[in-house]
T-cell receptor, first 114, second 114 residues
Framework: AQSVTQLGSHVSVSEGALVLLRCNYS??????LFWYVQYPNQGLQLLLK??????LVKGINGFEAEFKKSETSFHLTKPSAHMSDAAEYFC????????????FGKGTMLLVSP | SQTIHQWPATLVQPVGSPLSLECTVE??????LYWYRQAAGRGLQLLFY??????ISSEVPQNLSASRPQDRQFILSSKKLLLSDSGFYLC?????????????FGPGTRLTVL
């Protein structure tokens, strides 16, 4: 069965600091992995996705994530945080059903201080 | 380009009242459609998904139901709301059956049951 674990419900960084949001997955098949961002009272927006083409995936807004099969991880990083990055971030893995269903983690709230 | 609409944006309903939330997608044909509920600290819970008109799969048994009367319309309903139905409801769409295809989310409906 597919599952996603996001370590840390809240992560705090200073503006300009490295952002690291952790995601570990469990999947019975080779996974497709996604990171979404959600601003308050809005829907989710896709940041990036891993579809087995390359292990280092670059997304929007300067974010990137690296797929590590040996560690079953797909951590999200950004070299320098901006105030506008403050939001909730969700990691997701495809499945368990067909038809492009997704299993989401519980989310990590990123707080950015000046 | 594709767009997804949800209404209403916010809703306050008494316990025991009926519910109807609507989602429509523009600019694509035969999309897969999804309803999620988001409760604080619990991530996104997939409620229903549909791969075609009249085809609904339920992920969680509860007092909610879904219908798809038209190709790009997805409706979430309840005959009698419970306090536990409060939350942020998100509709999403995707195309194709491949797990690599991302989902696109609507702006959401904030439901408060009193």
């Amino acid at each position: 069965a597919q599952s996603v674990t996001q370590l840390g419900s809240h992560v705090s960084v200073s503006e300009g600091a490295l952002v690291l949001l952790r995601c570990n997955y469990s999947s019975s098949v080779p996974p497709y992995l996604f990171w979404y961002v959600q601003y308050p009272n809005q829907g989710l927006q896709l940041l990036l996705k891993y579809t087995s083409a390359a292990t280092l995936v670059k997304g929007i807004n300067g974010f990137e994530a690296e797929f590590k099969k040996s560690e079953t991880s797909f951590h999200l990083t950004k070299p320098s945080a901006h105030m506008s990055d403050a939001a909730e971030y969700f990691c997701a893995v495809s499945g368990p059903r067909g038809y492009s269903t997704l299993t989401f983690g519980k989310g990590t709230m990123l707080l950015v201080s000046p | 380009s594709q767009t997804i609409h949800q209404w209403p944006a916010t809703l306050v309903q008494p316990v025991g009242s009926p519910l109807s939330l609507e989602c429509t997608v523009e600019g694509t044909s035969n999309p897969n459609l999804y309803w999620y509920r988001q409760a604080a600290g619990r991530g996104l819970q997939l409620l229903f998904y549909s791969v075609g008109i009249g085809q609904i799969s339920s992920e969680v048994p509860q007092n909610l139901s879904a219908s798809r009367p038209q190709d790009r319309q997805f409706i979430l309903s309840s005959k009698k709301l419970l306090l536990s139905d409060s939350g942020f409801y998100l509709c999403a769409w995707s195309v194709g059956l491949a797990g690599a295809n991302e989902q696109f989310f609507g702006p959401g409906t904030r439901l408060t049951v009193l």
